[in-house]
């Protein structure tokens, strides 16, 4: 299990690296992103954070969102009219957007499906990323539907 200071200490280098110093408040949006894996939106995280950091504002729980999905530690993830929501899941993964509850989750991809997908991209282009995305229903939720 990752410790809050190894956390921070990488969140510290990856900002260095990216000419950034850690603050306050990006250690908490990055602790709230790390300690409840759901992939929540911006106005998520703000409640989440409010209790630790009382005087913490939305502007600023955007800007620490956007500085980390800069700095390749948080990647956003859109649907269709919704609002961006964030992943601190780094490892090649696709989602499931469960429609019925609003619920993200990650799903494991098998070794090489992504180089796979991306071969058969027409000659001359190189995808830079990939994005897969199943939108349903649990399937508890789809049956009990149809009865």
Not at 44 to 50: D, H, I, Q
Not at 73 to 83: A, C, D, H, S
């Amino acid at each position: 299990m990752v410790s809050n200071t190894d956390r921070s200490g990488a969140l510290a280098q990856r900002l260095s690296d990216s000419g950034l110093r850690s603050t306050p408040q990006r250690e908490v949006i990055y602790s709230v992103l790390l300690g409840k894996r759901d992939h929540p939106t911006a106005e998520e995280v703000f409640a989440r954070a409010k209790p630790e950091m009382p005087m913490i504002s939305m502007a600023t729980v955007y800007n620490c969102l956007e500085t980390l999905v800069q700095c390749d530690l948080v990647r956003t993830v859109n649907f269709e009219r919704g609002p961006t929501r964030y992943c601190p899941n780094l490892y090649p993964h696709a989602h499931f957007h469960d429609e019925a509850t609003g619920a993200t989750h990650d799903v494991d991809l098998p070794p090489g499906l992504l180089e796979q997908v991306k071969s058969i991209l027409p000659a001359g282009f190189d995808a830079s990323s990939v994005e897969i995305i199943f939108r349903g229903k649990a399937r508890a939720q789809a049956e009990a539907h149809t009865l």
